[in-house]
């Protein structure tokens, strides 16, 4: 027998032993007893860091959406795999079988052949939290079409950047989505990213906020009517095990996003067996993760994850917000939720506000708590724990990223101790290591470093799209034969892991990641706009807010600066999305730099961050001038 399930603190180490001593052996043994496959793998694993090439279960063939949904028919017919729960609390929640998603899902399969869509197709999907999202991916990955979700947040620019990176031929999206009381014309910023993106053929609209839009007459049709008319059987495709099953961008400190790309086989073992442990998750339960489909956190453990594992997930398509600030809590009593993963962010909104909102509901169902995105402080752990929990229910500091494909370091309940702030342990399966600066492995306890992985794990995202020299580049040049995760870390005393945050130019905002150069590049598109750069600082619900510094042409100098300031905001949402929107805007006559031209951008962090005791030394500057300039007007 496998160890599917690990249920205590000896046997977690007894299994992480086994699957470092002999990874391959440990993972033929979970992929064979917990998955369906439609043929055997010829290879477990074959992987070399220096090309990179990472292959697992090379030769299998499968489907995925056999083992997320086909599979439990006979056992789980009946019971809900999609528990939808509207933005209006007023509207009523869908419980969604396993019955009705294998029908749902094939009947969209079958649209989407309809539609010219085969198999290795890439399908753009920019759509809000309503089922018909889920539908999709499982749609796409019934018929071996790529599915590339674009969270529904993103601008028309940003999509269309997406959308011709890897070439997709059809979008689906719908007429708008809700927000709060906010509602929002996702069509429309369709149709105008479009105007850039000559490959897409064809545009599927659900219906979701009855609003009038317009529809291109050749190319844009009603989700509905077309599902209504399908034929409800739809034979899944055979995929070979390293087939991808999707793409999904995500920022990289320079250039564009990169398109992750993950693969069918490895990705399944690997999302269904952390979601297992991880959340503990029994039969009956019902599992809440807040995040949007539109990152990988939903990917894994909204949808492949928890359906690869016949559970109940909850997709919730509003806000903590609204209609007020128990939003969460009345979800939670509502559907006696046992599992509940959130991002640190959203503790610290929630926390600033009375505990009323909490304390009238009951969340006795509650068994584990999870956090997910960015390191989570101290005091929004205690606060989880006491007032969420009652300190009954353990919180999983998961760290992991849209690379790694699901969770990396993070304790299993009731099985690890945990310490706050602390990600604890390497889940099984994984080897991390610590690194110094010159490329040497920091061994022994209590120490820091830049958080690598020495070996591959079944999920590991296999190359990014159209560019696989800078997935070498990215991840595997800074230290030979290594993954380098971008991260640093520490290990304490007991070897737990502490992750202390990004060491390269990616900002992590409310739990978003944000690179540097695509803001910088929206800012300087600003006609008044010579230069900028943006760094961090420390908010206190967003985790780090946006800090711009920015050098005006002189035609720009004689503008009203709070005009210049809201333009360059609205030219960020334009381009990116509101979430890279700046707090902070100041304007400056220069930006210190090194005589090889490189912005210091450490210098910048401490100023924004008001930690301007230890600057170091700035006389090696070539402009050493501008920092004082910049220190005595910080905003
Ligand atoms: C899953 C996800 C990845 C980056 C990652 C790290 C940060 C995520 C964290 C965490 C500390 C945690 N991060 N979880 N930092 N503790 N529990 O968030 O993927 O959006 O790609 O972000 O997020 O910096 O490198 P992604």
Sequence with gaps: MSNYHIKHLEE????????????????????????IWRKKWDTVLEWDFSKPEVKWFQGAQLNITDNCIDRHLATRRNKTAILF?????????????????????????????????K???????YLP??????????????????????????????????????????????????????????KGIVDKALEECPGVQSVLVAKRIQSDIEMVEGRDKWLAPLMDDADSVCEAETMNAEDPLFILYTSGSTGKPKGMVHTCGGYMVYTAYTF???????????????ADIGWITGHSYIVYGPLANGATSIMFEGVP????????????????????YTAPTAIRALAKENLDYLEKHDLSSLKVLGSVGEPINEEAWHWYNNNVG?????????????????????????????????????????????????????????????????FPWPSIARTIWGNHERYRDTYFSAYKNMYFT?????????????????????????????????????????????????????????????????????????????????????????????????DKIQFVSGLPKTRSGKIMRRILRKIASNDTSNLGDTSTLLNPEVVKEIMDNVL
């Design 12 to 35: 977690y180490y007894q299994v992480y032993r086994k699957s470092v001593r002999n990874p391959e052996s440990f993972w033929e043994e979970i992929a064979e007893e917990h998955f």
């Design 390 to 454: 009652k300190k009954k229910s353990p919180i999983v500091d998961t760290w992991w990223q849209t690379e790694t494909g699901g969770i990396m370091i993070s304790p299993i309940p009731y099985v690890t101790p945990t310490t706050p702030t602390f990600a604890t342990l390497p889940f099984i399966g994984v080897q991390p290591a610590l690194m110094d600066e010159e490329g040497k492995e920091i061994k022994g306890n209590q120490v820091e470093g830049r958080l690598c992985i020495k």
């Design 486 to 582: 971008g991260d640093g870390a520490n290990r304490d005393a007991v070897g737990y892991y502490r992750i202390t945050g990004r060491v390269d130019d990616v900002i992590i905002v409310s739990g978003h990641n944000l690179g540097t150069a695509p803001i910088e590049d929206a800012i300087n598109e600003h006609q008044a706009v010579a230069e900028s750069a943006i760094v961090g600082f420390p908010h206190d619900v967003k985790g780090n807010a946006l800090y711009g510094y920015v050098i005006l042409k002189e035609t720009g100098e004689s503008r009203d600066r709070d005009n210049v300031r809201k333009e360059i905001n609205q030219q960020i949402t334009e381009l990116i999305g509101p979430i890279a929107k700046l």
């Design 85 to 117: 729960e509207p933005n209006d609390p007023e509207e009523e929640a869908q419980h969604i079988t396993y019955g009705q998603l294998h029908e749902r899902v094939c009947k969209l399969a079958n649209v989407l052949k309809d539609n010219g869509i």
């Design 276 to 290: 297992k442990n991880i959340f503990q998750y029994r039969e009956e339960d019902v599992f809440w993760c807040t």
């Design 321 to 340: 917000s609204y209609p007020d600030f128990s939003r969460f809590w009345e979800v939670i009593e509502k559907h006696k939720v046992n599992q509940f």
């Design 119 to 125: 198999k290795g197709d890439r399908v753009c999907i």
């Design 129 to 186: 939290m309503i089922p018909e999202l889920t539908y999709a991916l499982l749609a796409c990955a019934r018929i071996g079409a790529i599915h590339s979700v674009v969270f529904a947040g993103f601008s028309s620019n940003a999509i269309a950047s997406r959308i011709n990176d890897s070439d997709c031929k059809m979008v689906i999206t719908s007429d708008g989505s809700y927000r709060g009381n906010k509602s929002i014309d996702l």
